[in-house]
């Protein structure tokens, strides 16, 4: 449980201040979005960092029970599914990116909201 409650400590600030960012700050995030998008470099060197990062979650992290730490493995795996994607089809991952962003301020916010809970939930365990 150790693993869980530091996983938490880390990944819940996190998520809160990109939540908020993503609120705060829309416009400057479509602007990343374009960018990353338009980069074959940053698209590939974000989906490595992606896949790193879930890749360690998930051999620190592989936890299947019914209980809040479960949260912490299925985004390890989604890191890992996103990393992945990014690496191995970066066409398709910046056609659905364009589908978004032509609905961004609907994404944005839902995404901002998910993200905020997440890491408040997070905050909450591993910090109390």
């Known amino acids: 449980m150790d693993t869980s409650l530091f996983l938490a400590k880390l990944i819940g600030p996190i998520f809160v201040i990109v939540g908020i960012g993503l609120l705060l700050?829309?416009?400057?995030?479509?602007?990343?979005?374009?960018?990353?998008?338009?980069?074959?470099?940053?698209?590939?060197?974000?989906g490595a960092m992606a896949l790193t990062g879930g890749l360690a979650i998930v051999l620190t992290h592989n936890v299947w029970v019914w209980n809040w730490p479960v949260i912490i493995t299925i985004v390890g795996w989604l890191m890992i599914v996103r990393g992945t994607l990014r690496i191995i089809l970066p066409q398709q991952v910046e056609d659905l990116a364009a589908k978004m962003v032509s609905r961004w301020s609907n994404i944005l916010q839902?995404?901002?909201?998910?993200?905020?809970?997440?890491?408040?939930?997070?905050?909450?365990?591993?910090?109390?």
């Open 25 to 46: 700050n829309g416009d400057r995030y479509r602007v990343v979005v374009d960018e990353v998008m338009a980069s074959h470099t940053l698209l590939y060197v974000f």
């Open 110 to 128: 839902v995404s901002g909201l998910l993200v905020i809970t997440l890491g408040a939930f997070l905050c909450w365990k591993g910090f109390l």
